[in-house]
């Protein structure tokens, strides 16, 4: 069974300046729900219940939600609003919310690195939360990737056909096809050019990690910009053992985009009207 699930969120947010000159880009609602609020949502779905969270300078507002908010409370009990706060205290009730800080803005492998403490040595997921996923006709992303996860007990990482004048913005994986949704990665290449691409095969930001992963962390050199690639790790894991990319099924919105953030208000808004 994974536990724990981590949501590294000490980012600062740029695309989306000057909102998130002071809010946190994981709390950019999506209708009325903030973007990192659906990421444990889909986490509780996957059976976990210890959410850990990797914050930074600013971003309090995270915390703050996923307490209680006794003055809040007292407001609105036996008024009509009372139910708005029903999911949000559903939540707080089934999970364990903990929280430590990434200093310096040194990459997504050293967030994780510093989840460290939190997750112990045992498999976990990893959300990026401004990587809005999806799946109204089955199950949620992490759920599809826990069951893979209990089949083959490696890290998985999602992924997605992106165009090719894309993929310079993700990690690239190719490698050996098991079935038309599992691939063996053979080679992971972080941001690189059209040209030099093994694919178009883009990681999104959703992760199944077992916890050897920090010590091959540990030894990552740092890359372009000083900061440390969690696709470098995970190619010398794969190198070692084996690491499964997951075609998902579902949709996955870019919320650190604002053409992403207002494609998924839209999307959810006609949902929630339907």
Same mark, same amino acid.
Not at 226 to 230: D, L, N, R, V
């Given at each position: 069974m994974i536990r724990k699930c981590l949501f590294p969120a000490a980012g600062y947010g740029?695309?989306?300046l000057p909102a998130t000159k002071a809010m946190p880009?994981?709390?950019l609602p999506v209708m009325a729900k903030p973007l990192i609020q659906y990421g444990v949502e889909e986490a509780v779905e996957a059976g976990m219940d210890t959410m850990a969270i990797i914050t930074g300078r600013g971003k309090r507002a995270i915390e703050d939600h996923f307490d209680i908010s006794y003055e809040l409370e007292h407001q609105i009990k036996g008024t009509s609003k009372e139910y708005l706060l029903q999911e949000i205290r559903d939540l707080i009730g089934r999970c364990t919310f903990t929280y430590t800080r990434q200093i310096e803005m040194r990459g997504l492998g050293d967030a994780i690195l510093k989840g460290r403490v939190l997750i112990g040595e045992e498999p976990f997921a990893v959300v990026l939360a401004d990587d809005l996923c999806t799946n109204?006709? %089955?199950?949620?992303?992490l759920e599809q990737m826990r069951k893979i996860y209990e089949k083959y007990r490696c890290s998985?990482?999602?992924?997605q056909e992106v165009p090719q004048e894309q993929v310079h913005k993700y990690g690239v994986v190719a490698g050996k096809a098991i079935d038309e949704r599992l691939t063996m990665v053979e080679t992971m290449v972080e941001k690189p050019s059209a040209e030099e691409a093994p694919s178009n095969l883009a990681i999104i930001g959703r992760y199944i990690l077992t916890p050897d992963i920090f010590e091959l962390i540990e030894k990552t050199e740092p890359g372009k910009g000083?900061?440390?690639?969690?696709t470098d790790a995970l190619m010398a894991q794969a190198q070692m053992g084996m690491v499964i990319a997951y075609r998902f099924e579902g949709r996955r919105f870019d919320c650190g985009s604002i053409? %992403?953030?207002?494609e998924a208000?839209?999307?959810f808004y006609h949902q929630n009207r339907e």
């Open positions: 740029t695309r989306f880009k994981e709390m109204p006709e %089955g199950a949620g992303i998985i990482v999602a992924v000083g900061e440390i690639q969690i053409d %992403g953030f207002v208000t839209n999307y």
